[in-house]
């Protein structure tokens, strides 16, 4: 596969860009800026998902455990939590649901809450990343005034991606059991936008002022890794970049 065009593209593009590519089958990898950090938008629900599910597998806590909706919890949309009334209980399982499918920020507060921001980070330093890190909840300005942020960088986002396929992230339960969460993705204007509709993408996406990310894997023939991250960039034009970009990988192979 050629990446001349695409990293052309990418070096044309407003702000900071990254990209990341990895075959599965081959090991072929590619990346431009992929190991820089960006801050992460909602691509940090990743992380969040992988700590919940290595404590539902050590049993700290369970899938069914209740977490109860609160007036002073809510943050604004994405998602659905929000708009529930005070007294809804939600299971950790749903929340982990709401917080990937829909990219529901309450429900991912929630879930930070609840695993611990430092288990969190503990446990994606254990993996190996070195650079993505959660510091502060979602929709905090105090904190965020502070200089907290949460980062991530493209290619520490496709190891824990590549865990999940190979069934070493967490468990081989654990794993699928979170590929399924992420092919329910209904955010779908990035990666999958432009491939056969009958190709089945696993991904997460990330959307701030200046900021459109998104990485999954793409179910083709042979599958692979994508992740893309951008800060203050050209948000429309960025994400046309990475429709294209992902048709060309999806045909060039």
Known sequence: MDFTVIES???????????????????????VNDNEEYIAASVIKIPVLVEAYRQFEQKAVSQDDFLEIRD??????CGAAAYLHAGTRLTLKDLCRLMIIISDNMATNLLIKKLGMENINRTIADLGLKKTRLK????????ESKGKQNYITPREIALL????????????????????ILKHQEINHKIPSMLPDDVCVAHKTGEDDGITHDAGIVYAARPFILC??????DVPQTEQFIRTSARMIYDGR
Do not use: C, I, Q
């Open 9 to 31: 593209r990418l070096h044309s593009l407003k702000g900071k860009v990254g990209f990341y590519y990895e075959d599965l089958a081959s090991g072929e990898s590619f990346g």
């Open 72 to 77: 002073e919890d809510r943050v604004p949309s």
């Open 136 to 143: 502060r909840l979602l929709f905090d300005s105090n904190a």
């Open 161 to 180: 991606l590549k865990l999940m396929w190979e069934g070493k992230l967490v468990s081989s339960e654990a794993s699928a059991e979170m590929l399924e």
């Open 228 to 233: 893309f991250a951008s800060n203050n960039t």
